[in-house]
């Protein structure tokens, strides 16, 4: 006889070999021993987690001749015949390939005809939520009065596809993951039983890629058992066949994140990828390590939601205390973008890469815990280098950096008084206003202008809607928001505030074009520039001719 693998040679014969499902095997048991025995069940679930097992176990010991406390003695014919599937009272149908109305129909016809032998017949559908409309039509008549001696259970790993007509006829069932630590119990029994020797920390590590489905998890250790075969199965076997990696290299590689280390990162990639390790595998741990760090950080998590051995455990608890929430918080982020993106890229390595760069070089996002952290690390380094400061003298160098503007924009608040062209030399932080006002620092600045320069000016910011309406295709959308200032002799500033729009809206065609319309419409000339200034730059003005100054401050003034 050929080999039997070892989650089909260990799949639960009673139902006290069913592990990590007490509350449904208990239900079915009272069930089958006190009488009150259902039309149709209905098992949701993840993969993996006993619904196949339970529904045959199940069918054999609501046949069974000598039941015992609710499950099959196994030694009877029925329970005999229906174990080696010659039973007629036994229907297993995949829905997958079996979903049209026709199988449906057959099962009708087929529910007619009462058992031969045994109580009842059983229909096990496996992956229901396969079935067509039509045949989950065709199904509901049977599924709520079938006669006495038939009984459907349904199986699914995606109950929500079912339809809420099957639903209200059954009585369901969800399957929980089952936990690390019974999936090792289990491990450790089959290994005593297969005689195959294996370390606590591989059969709980193999525990742990199962995700809770004990059948994954005996498919990995069957695996590794047979890449080993006959030799000891140790920690580090695993990790070779898995192509998985060592909590130490995520340690180390958190190190030397936070270490800015971009060298030391590259190289361990290449590390990786000579030993074969999967970079998928790789990014995914990664992301759950850093989900246990943040877990030590709150210092209340349970040791068991962090899953590890003492030694781990130490080094987490050392790396979490290095390395700051806000910045823990960011890299799982990214990870887990550039996760997702691994799933439709044939060059992991790349992404990898330039996940690690992005990673020790914050300055190139613009998100807001990116930017906190920037914040968090030129604070740093500002207290290191120049000793105590006052709260005056390091929000100049913040808002000298430009870190701090950009934390609060994203926050939706701006600073003033940051100093732009007019500003130059009065760095400093003034004022700041929310819901992104523009920020002013005190009375705008006058500036005087000969009459003629103004007049063009107030003309044409009255009619600067009109002009751009005229003009239409890209100026009408990228010049809207701009700030217009003389610059004298026929020239007009336009100031802009988004990089975008100044990237469109600057150039030549675009201004040649808002030129060509004022010549024709307005008779003069005009000759436009651009210039780009952040919102919190920007120096509000106010341009007066001199006879309007003289008369708003009543004195005689000497113009230079």
């Not at 590259?266 to 590390?271: K, P, T």
């Amino acid at each position: 006889m050929g080999y039997t693998a070892l989650y089909r040679k260990w799949r639960p014969a009673t139902f006290a070999d069913v592990r990590g499902q007490d509350h449904i095997v208990t239900t079915l048991k009272n069930q089958i021993t006190g009488g009150r025995i259902g039309h149709a069940y209905l098992f949701c679930g993840t993969r993996g987690t006993g619904k196949t097992s339970i529904a045959k176990i199940f069918a054999r010991a609501v046949n069974c001749e000598h039941p015992s406390d609710g499950s099959p003695c196994g030694e009877c014919a029925s329970c005999k015949a229906i174990a080696s599937g010659a039973s007629m009272n036994v229907v297993e149908i995949d829905a997958a390939s079996n979903n049209g109305v026709d199988n449906i129909r057959q099962i009708r016809e087929e529910v007619e005809y009462s058992p031969a032998d045994g109580k009842y017949r059983v229909y096990i559908i496996d992956e229901v939520h396969m079935l067509s409309t039509g045949a989950f039509n065709a199904l509901l008549k049977t599924l709520e009065e079938p006669p006495s001696y038939v009984i459907f259970i349904l199986a699914t790993t995606e109950a929500h596809r079912i339809p809420i007509t099957v639903l209200s006829r059954c009585q369901r069932y969800d399957f929980r993951r089952i936990g690390g630590e019974t999936i090792a119990a289990r491990l450790r029994e089959m290994a005593g039983a297969e005689g195959i020797e294996a370390e606590e920390k591989a059969l709980r590590y193999v525990a742990k890629k199962g995700d809770g489905s004990l059948r994954d998890a005996i498919s990995l250790f069957d695996q590794c058992a047979a890449f080993y075969y006959g030799e000891k199965l140790t920690f580090e076997r695993v990790l070779d066949v898995l192509g998985a990696v060592d909590n130490e290299v995520y340690s180390h590689f958190l190190r030397l994140l936070h270490e800015k280390n971009v060298g030391g990162c590259l190289r361990q990639v290449e590390e990786l990828i000579l030993k074969g390790r999967d970079l998928s595998q790789f990014t995914a741990d990664f992301v759950w390590y850093m989900r246990g760090l943040l877990l030590a950080q709150t210092g209340d998590a349970p040791e068991e939601l962090l899953d590890m051995s003492g030694e781990d455990r130490a080094r987490l608890l050392e790396d979490a205390a290095q390395v700051p929430e806000e910045a823990a918080m960011r890299y799982i982020r990214v990870l887990s973008e550039t996760m997702n993106q691994m799933r439709y890229s044939n060059n992991r390595r790349v992404l990898l890469e330039i996940t690690l760069i992005k990673l020790t070089h914050p300055a190139m996002e613009t998100n807001l815990d990116s930017l906190r952290q920037r914040i968090a690390e030129l604070e740093e380094r500002l207290a290191a280098g120049s000793g105590a400061q006052t709260p005056e003298q390091l929000a100049r160098q913040l808002v000298a950096s430009g870190a701090l503007a950009q934390a609060l924009a994203a926050s939706g608040l701006s600073v003033s008084g940051g100093g732009g062209p007019a500003g130059a030399g009065k760095a400093g932080l003034e004022t700041v206003q929310g819901d992104g006002a523009q920020a002013q620092s005190g009375e705008p600045e006058t500036v005087v202008l000969p009459a003629a320069d103004i007049e063009q000016l107030r003309l044409l910011e009255k009619d600067w809607k009109d002009i751009l309406d005229a003009v239409g295709m890209t100026a009408k959308e990228t010049l809207r928001d701009v700030k217009l200032e003389p610059l004298g002799e026929g020239r007009l500033l336009l100031v802009f505030h988004d990089q975008a729009a100044y990237d469109m809206g600057s150039r030549e065609s675009v201004r040649r074009g808002v030129e060509s319309y004022i010549a024709s419409a307005y008779q003069m000339q005009v000759q436009l520039e651009a210039h780009l200034t952040a919102p919190e730059e920007y120096v509000n003005k106010r341009f007066v001719t001199e006879e309007e100054l003289k008369e708003k401050i009543n004195m005689d003034i000497i113009m230079e």
